[in-house]
């Protein structure tokens, strides 16, 4: 078990990796050759934070789909209504994550970009650009 002081996994999957071709006797270093361990333990890592965005996006997705039944605005004879909220939250998990990546995690950025954009629409909806 990792306590709360050691890196993440995906982390040392990668230093590990660095640190396998940076030995100097290792016949692939040597030969300039490709570490196909090292290629193995990136590629881990790599699926590793794939499925946790996933992960995410779906906890995320799952997370607007309850706020809306809670909202009242799902009722389970209604699979249309369902689908459009589905569909909205899916809309809604990708704005917000464009916002996160523009804002290299910025918390406050990301407000500041969502309120930028509430702005925006609100003045198209005043002028009827919508």
Known sequence: MINEQDPD??????????????????????????????????????????????????????????????????????DDKMLQVEQFAKLLVDEVESYIEESEGDIDFVRFLIDRRLKVKEKNLKCGAI
Request: net charge positive.
């Open 9 to 78: 996994l995906v982390y040392r999957l990668r230093k590990r990796a660095e640190i396998r071709r940076q030995i100097p006797g290792r016949k692939s270093v040597e030969e300039g050759k490709p570490d196909r361990i090292a290629d193995i333990l990136e590629e881990a890592a790599n699926e590793i934070e794939q499925l946790r965005d996933e992960r995410n996006r779906l906890h995320m997705r799952d997370r607007i789909l309850e706020l809306a039944k809670e909202a009242g605005l799902i009722t389970y004879d209604s």
